[in-house]
């Protein structure tokens, strides 16, 4: 079955970094395209970043925008999310997603305070 493993959250103070990782099986890695969700307390869940399954092309929410980086490793059927500039709006709960399939993973929490 269809598996993603979230992990690398925690809290950081604002304009800090972190970098999420998304572990998947059960299906071709390679072969889709993979996403990075978040969803804060007492909102919808929202697309936070989005790329092809080769790799070169990415897109990203306006709030994120020039802060965060998702890369993916297909040899290692893992996606990444790499965070800068964190703000306190950035608070969330973060899941992967994979193209064609509802499957989620438990998600990690990031919490940007000072």
């Known amino acids: 079955q269809v598996q993603l493993v979230e992990s690398g959250g925690g809290l950081v103070q604002p304009g800090g970094s972190l970098r999420l990782s998304c572990a998947a099986s059960?299906?071709?890695?390679?072969?889709?395209?993979m996403s990075w969700y978040r969803q804060a307390p007492g909102k919808e869940r929202e697309l936070v970043a989005g790329?092809?399954?080769?790799?070169?092309?990415?897109n990203y929410a306006d709030s994120v925008k020039g802060r965060f980086t998702i890369s993916r490793d297909n040899a290692k059927n893992t996606v990444y999310l790499q965070m800068n500039s964190l703000k306190p709006e950035d608070t969330a709960v973060y899941f992967c997603?994979?193209?064609?399939?509802?499957?989620w993973g438990q998600g990690t929490q990031v919490t940007v305070s000072s």
């Open positions: 997603r994979a193209a064609s399939f509802s499957a």
């Open positions: 790329i092809r399954s080769g790799g070169s092309s990415t």
């Open positions: 059960g299906f071709i890695f390679s072969r889709y395209a």
